[in-house]
């Protein structure tokens, strides 16, 4: 089959600049092409031809000036064309543009925030977009279930599928690959001997570094080997700042070596700087749909520290790969599991082999397009209420 997937305004495809759904798509292209004939509609970028064919996969790129202007250019490419499935990502509300211009064409939306609201789309358009897809996809329970609620009679066209990591890439310490260069990034960024509390992420008060930069202030009284180390910047691609990471870098440079902070790092690095960690912490403060940061992190095999806001609890069985913090404003919520897990390596090892064990039998890019091609395929699609059961799994083998 031709299938025609529609990026996101905000980014190119492949991720040379970053993005959550750029990563996804990226995951995903080897397995689709696989079977099927692909195409991908994402930004122009000025690294990247506006048309090319890589790998047996078409790319068509476009500029925008404004998202009604991009998704025009995506409806004026597909009247040219033909394909049986367009895959839309986390845009409903530019759907319809597309789907006027291939009536014949099957529509699958792929749905990473929370677009449904009223704030993102009139309930009329909603529906309009939910009449015309065969099914919606989207990365957790959480999302489904706000779509649910919006608009109950669409119900039945929800499906979550939890997305994924490369598990060669995010390779864990103590495999030969993984434990060598992890020497070697210690080394090169002065953190031998130290334990290293890890958050990568971009820097906003949504995902809460600033919590953490004053959990770690109490942590250091006790354990003074321990860093914070914040890996990214305000927005992908770039190290542009504003007041919000004026002020953090502002209370970091008071903790001295406590807190280091890297800037951006490309996407290509990011795997890397994963076996820095010791801990792994997402402090997001925001109902988050769920970062794929969970992902890499268990795959590199670290314990992870999240909080009880959206879908990031979805992919944690408390006390086997990580933790839940339901106080989630509270720097002191933070300390106290930060000093738990340092307290008791053994613990957290443990958890970070569990975290990558569940990577390996639910969390690859593998599994992520073969429920895509379920769909596509009206085939039966796997069971995802074994992602949430890692007592079941064991007890039935």
Known sequence: MKILLVCTEKLPVPCIRGGAIQ???????????REHEITVFSLADPELPDREIRENIRYQRASRTTSEEYYQAVADFVAGQQFDWIVIYNRPKYLPIVAKAAPNTRFLLSMHNEMFHTKKIEPEE?????????KVVT????????????????????????????????????????????????????????????????????KGPHILISAIAKVIKKHPSAVLLLVGSKWYGNNNENDYVREIKGKAEKLGSAVQMTGFIPPSEVADYFLLGDIFVCASQWEEPLARVHYEAMATGLCTITTARGGNPEVIVPGKNGIVITDYENPNAFAKQIDYLLSKPKESEAMGRTGRELAELYYSWSRVAWDILSIINDSKSLPLEKLNSIEQDKEAG
Request: charged residues 30%.
């Open 23 to 33: 990563t996804y798509i990226d995951g995903i292209l080897p397995y689709l092409k």
């Open 126 to 134: 909603a529906k309009i977009c939910l009449d015309r897809v065969e």
């Open 139 to 206: 990365v957790s329970k959480f999302i489904a279930d706000g779509i649910a609620k919006l608009f109950p009679e669409y119900k039945h066209k929800l499906q979550p599928v939890y997305a994924g990591v490369d598990l060669k890439r995010f390779q864990p310490r103590w495999t030969e690959g993984g434990g060598e260069k992890r020497q070697q990034m210690l080394a090169a960024h002065g953190l031998e001997g130290k334990q290293v509390i890890l958050c990568v992420g971009r820097l906003t008060d949504k």
